[in-house]
């Protein structure tokens, strides 16, 4: 259904912030970038976590400079100076080129605190409770990401996707061998900075060294691990803080136990959960491994055809999952007048045989999905089609009126009263008024 609608995030944005969307508790507050989602994970007991924070090198290591500093003074930029700092690398047995990262981590995370020029030692984690050692945990996981921008692993191209590298690793809890995680750190590289051939080959044969020297600085820190098949996995402490920070950049990271509530619900049940944000896309994988393709589909298609775009939309997110194994339902909804156009589309995308799309169908689907977006909220609104605003926006509300979609006037009012764009907001009231006389022309 993305080849048939344009993509309108602005809009969303202007949506979300005159209320027309019900808000988002502040936790859920919307990021610039696409919100993806994850599959569930299983987290260890927090108890269990907070035991192995200090065995993990670079806490064990922060820890003991910490202890070994004790009260001194600094430089005025708050580090330890230059012969103070030979002396730790030589007494603690440090890694000169981590010194740097471990007093970050020691000095941001309470461990050393300086005041007045002059640092002194903080609470150890033995001494926290489980939940303050967990998010001592997470900020020093935090502390480490952060220097990706200043080099920390050596690396500018790992660095530069070191974010993206970890939520990899964290999508396959079996471990990802080095190689595809080396390809895809340079296919996202030429995509994102396009190197000429020379540069690119340059880089392909300096990274797999580069990115050895990375991944065992992250063992360092406590957040990979080699797996007996000799993949690179998440440590159980890794799951834990990658998914507070992709939670933290507004993604769908569920715990395996949040997504089982949903899959013995109804359809109906699921799909209402969806449209008012109770329940996100993560929870509907589960859901569907509990019921036959074709059951699963024809519910959910009775359910859309006869119920509010905010329903259309949830069934389509959770129709995207269904392969050529779905077709017979959706063949069906071809006679569903709501359904039609977004069953046509299911079947084209899998390469079915398939009526074709009209342009007003194009339309039709366009004007759905902006309906759909006074009824859903968080991410299901997110996983919309909508069209770009400006000048494409504009010719789309003058084709609405044609389509016959029974939300057009409601979605035509809420772009006018959502857009700051005058000439998108005249548009929508001239094209509102077109569909009202319309409307009494036709009881008359």
Request: glycine letters at 6%; one cysteine or more; aromatic letters at 4%.
């Amino acid at each position: 259904m993305a080849n048939n609608v344009f993509d309108l995030a602005e809009l969303r944005k202007l949506i979300d912030e005159q209320a027309v969307v019900p808000p988002r508790p502040p936790e859920e507050t919307p990021v610039e970038h696409e919100a993806l989602t994850f599959p569930p994970v299983t987290l260890a007991e927090d108890a269990e976590l907070a035991r192995t924070i200090p065995m993990v090198p670079l806490v064990a290591d922060a820890v003991r400079l910490a202890a070994w500093t004790g009260t001194r003074q600094v430089t005025p930029e708050g580090m330890l100076p230059e012969a103070a700092a030979r002396a730790a690398v030589s007494e603690l047995g440090l890694d000169a080129s981590r010194l740097r990262l471990i007093w970050i981590v020691a000095v941001n995370t309470g461990l050393l605190q300086i005041l007045a020029g002059q640092v002194s030692q903080g609470p150890l984690p033995p001494q926290l409770t489980v939940e303050a050692t967990l998010e001592f945990w997470d900020g020093v996981v935090m502390d480490v990401l952060d220097r990706a921008d200043e080099g920390l692993t050596g690396s500018v191209v790992v660095d530069g996707h070191l974010a993206e590298m970890l939520a990899t690793i964290y999508s396959v809890r079996s471990g990802v061998a080095i190689a595809n995680l080396a390809r895809g750190i340079l296919q996202s590289h030429e995509v994102a900075c396009a190197p000429g051939q020379v540069e690119m080959r340059r880089l392909a044969a300096a990274l797999p060294a580069e990115l050895l020297e990375a991944l065992a600085l992250l063992a360092y820190c406590g957040l990979v691990e080699q797996t007996a098949a000799g993949r690179t996995a998440l440590t159980p402490l890794g799951v834990w803080a990658i998914r507070r920070d992709l939670l933290r950049e507004g993604h769908d990271a569920p715990t395996a136990a949040e997504v089982e509530v949903f899959a013995d619900l109804s359809a109906i049940e699921l799909v209402d959960a969806l449209v008012k944000g109770s329940a996100t896309q993560s929870a509907v994988a589960g859901w569907l491994e509990r019921r036959p393709p074709e059951e699963a589909a024809r519910d959910l298609i009775a359910i859309a055809a006869d119920g509010t775009a905010g329903r259309r939309g949830a069934v389509g997110a959770i129709l995207e999952e269904l392969g050529p194994e779905a077709e017979a339902p959706v063949r069906e909804a071809l006679d569903r007048p709501l359904m039609r156009r977004y069953a046509a589309s299911w079947l084209h995308i899998r390469d079915l045989d398939a009526p074709t799309l009209s342009p007003q169908d194009h339309t039709w689907i366009a004007v759905d999905s902006l309906a759909a977006l006074m009824h859903l909220s968080g991410h299901a609104a997110g996983r919309l089609d909508t069209p770009e605003p400006g000048e494409e926006l504009i010719k789309l509300i003058a084709e609405m009126p044609a389509v016959g979609h029974p939300d057009t006037i409601a979605v035509l009012d809420m772009i006018a009263g959502a857009h700051d764009d005058q000439a998108v907001v005249k548009a929508a009231r001239k094209a509102a008024m077109k569909v009202r006389s319309l409307a009494h022309t036709k009881l008359d």
